[in-house]
């Protein structure tokens, strides 16, 4: 785990319904100013771009985001994964999210110790450092020593679980009136992401999952997984073992050869396909800060943070294959059975309309499900990604979707469409070739 710049640390967060409700309207009003400012000075012709305009609300709103951290901070991870979706000026501040927030400060990282052990983590430790490594959405990453090991040590923020049901219970009626949705249409879509959010604050669960899932995957070259500490965990406190390598950004600035390149996208592929595919299950929190690259032994990928897993069923998995094999595109019978059965064609709907979904589901899964349908695939050609992003673009300009008032299509592929989408811009990054069969 490398080093990270520091911060100014945070002396409390705002935990309780009103405080991040007040922060929640602070960051409106401010945004608003943003706008008034900005017209006043078109007004009266003054120069005052639309950049400008972007580059302080992204500025407001990350900041917002930092203090607040947990499930608002999370979705900002998740939007700087989905670059076509935000103007330059929100993806390059949200970025920051995927590495580095500001952190929470001492005293609130030594009660965290004394609250869990009854100690303070210089009694736990034989050293610790006080000053945050890393610090994202849910906790923060410090080093420290014991018995000759180099550790990670993640100690969550105060209130997040809490946090986090009661953001979502803020949000929930603002998106459902402007998106003219209906509640019991979109509740089991709601509950997958509270739920998921919900399991990255159980530091227990993610102790389990992640030896589970080193375990089972230790055949796999070219991948390293810390060891994990239960002795010295606890539901706020994680410790492990603090494994070496560089972020993807970093890593990529030492120049690495297409040889390097190629293995670490190999091991990462290889990784996602066999949790597909054997364990039903997937790291689903596939951003550049949850992985650690190295050179060595011609290019090794340190996999960090099970917090975030997506567990399959049997059935969405027989389905979610059958969708991207290249018998199915080639048989529309066969593709309208399986997009009924996903919930994404509906027995009700007018013939027109069925048609309409059949054939944007053909074009849609020939392009995401390319590289599983050969025997080896480029990402080092950006068209690819870009074409993808594209389309996206291209559906949400149709006025068959744009009308839609009701969400189509199982709430267990949210998480498995994020999890390729992050995958695939992890390869692309890399300029990787793959083998994918």
Not at 344 to 357: G, H, L
């Amino acid at each position: 785990m490398p080093d990270s710049a520091e911060n100014t640390p945070l002396n409390s967060l705002p935990t309780t319904k009103v405080a991040r409700a007040a922060r929640f309207a602070k960051t409106g009003l401010n945004v608003g100013a943003n706008y008034v400012k900005h017209y006043a000075k078109r007004a009266v012709g003054a120069d005052s771009s639309t950049a400008d305009l972007h580059e302080a609300n992204a500025a407001e709103l990350y900041g917002a985001l930092s203090e607040m951290k947990g499930s608002v901070l999370k979705v900002a991870q998740m939007l700087a994964m989905e670059k076509n979706i935000l103007p330059t000026a929100y993806a390059e501040q949200f970025a920051q999210a995927q590495y580095q927030t500001p952190p929470l400060s001492g005293p609130l990282v030594v009660k965290a110790f004394r609250d869990a052990f009854g100690k303070s983590p210089f009694e736990v430790f034989d050293t610790f450092d006080l000053n945050a490594r890393q610090a994202a959405s849910i906790g923060q990453v410090h080093r420290a020593e014991k018995d000759g090991r180099t550790l990670a040590v993640k100690v969550q923020y105060p209130g997040v679980a809490d946090s986090i049901r009661s953001d979502i219970r803020l949000v929930k009626p603002i998106a459902l009136r402007v998106l003219g949705l209906d509640e019991a249409t979109v509740r089991p879509y709601l509950q997958e992401v509270e739920t998921r959010l919900i399991e990255e604050t159980d530091y227990a669960l993610e102790l389990r999952r992640g030896q589970q899932i080193a375990a089972a995957c230790a055949h796999l070259a070219n991948l390293q997984f810390p060891r994990y500490y239960p002795a010295l965990s606890a539901p706020r406190i994680l410790t492990m073992d603090w494994l070496p390598g560089q972020h993807l950004k970093e890593f990529l600035a030492t120049n690495p050869s297409q040889e390097v390149r190629n293995q670490l996208g190999q091991a990462l592929w290889d990784f996602y396909m066999f949790q597909l595919n054997t364990l039903r299950q997937v790291h689903a929190d596939p951003h550049p800060g949850n992985f650690l690259l190295r050179a060595d032994n011609g290019g090794t990928v340190g996999v960090l943070d099970f917090g975030c897993v997506k567990e399959i069923p049997a059935d969405v998995h027989q389905l979610f294959t059958a969708l991207l094999a290249p018998e199915t595109l080639a048989n529309e019978a066969r593709l309208t059975a399986l997009l009924t059965q996903a919930g994404v064609v509906k027995p009700e709907d007018p013939e027109a309309q069925r048609t309409f979904y059949v054939r944007t589901m053909q074009a849609s899964l020939e392009l995401v499900g390319r590289p599983f349908r050969q025997p080896a695939f480029d990402f080092g050609d950006p068209a690819y990604l870009q074409s993808l992003y594209a389309l996206g673009d291209d559906l949400m300009q149709q006025p068959e979707l744009r009308q839609q008032r009701e969400p189509r299509g199982s709430e267990h592929f949210i998480y498995l469409n994020r999890t390729y989408v992050g995958l695939y811009a992890l390869l692309t990054e890399l300029r990787a070739f793959v083998r994918t069969a």
